[in-house]
C-alpha cells in the first residue's frame, strides 16, 4: 500500500521559513517523480513545484522562483519543500504527490500524478 505523509507544516510569520517533508513508503521511490501541489480555499489544487526521479531536474511554479525550493533523497524515500520568504498568500494546504514514470522530467499537471498525500496546512500571516 503507498503511502505519503506530509509534515512540516504549521503557523509563520510573513517573511519566514518551513521545510516540508513527504516521506513515502510501499513503492520504489526513486521510479517516481515527485511533486508538491497546494491548494488554498476556494481554489484549484495547483502545482509549487516538482523534481525528477533522480533530483537531476526540478520546476517551480512562478509564485514559487527564488523563494521555495524542492529537493530529495532517495535513499531516505523522502522529498523535501523548502520555503523563504513565505508570504500570507502562500497559505494554503500543501500536498505531495508521486508520479510513477520512466521518463527523466517533471510535471506540472495533477492528473499526471498516481498518488497523493493527506496534505499539511501552512498558514503565513501578516
Known amino acids: 500500500q503507498v503511502q505519503l505523509v506530509e509534515s512540516g507544516g504549521g503557523l509563520v510569520q510573513a517573511g519566514g521559513s518551513l521545510r516540508l517533508s513527504c516521506s513515502a513508503s510501499g513503492l520504489t521511490f526513486s521510479s517516481y517523480a515527485m511533486g508538491w501541489f497546494r491548494q488554498a480555499p476556494g481554489t484549484e489544487r495547483a502545482s509549487v513545484a516538482a523534481i525528477s526521479r533522480s533530483g537531476g531536474s526540478t520546476g517551480y511554479a512562478d509564485s514559487a522562483k527564488g523563494r521555495f525550493t524542492i529537493s530529495r533523497d532517495n535513499a531516505r524515500n523522502t522529498v523535501y519543500l523548502q520555503m523563504n520568504s513565505l508570504k500570507p498568500e502562500d497559505t494554503a494546504v500543501y500536498y505531495c504527490?508521486?508520479?510513477?514514470?520512466?521518463?527523466?522530467?517533471?510535471?506540472?499537471?495533477?492528473?499526471?500524478?498516481?498518488?497523493w498525500g493527506q496534505g499539511t496546512q501552512v498558514t503565513v500571516s501578516s
Open positions: 504527490a508521486a508520479r510513477r514514470t520512466v521518463a527523466a522530467g517533471t510535471s506540472f499537471r495533477s492528473r499526471d500524478y498516481d498518488y
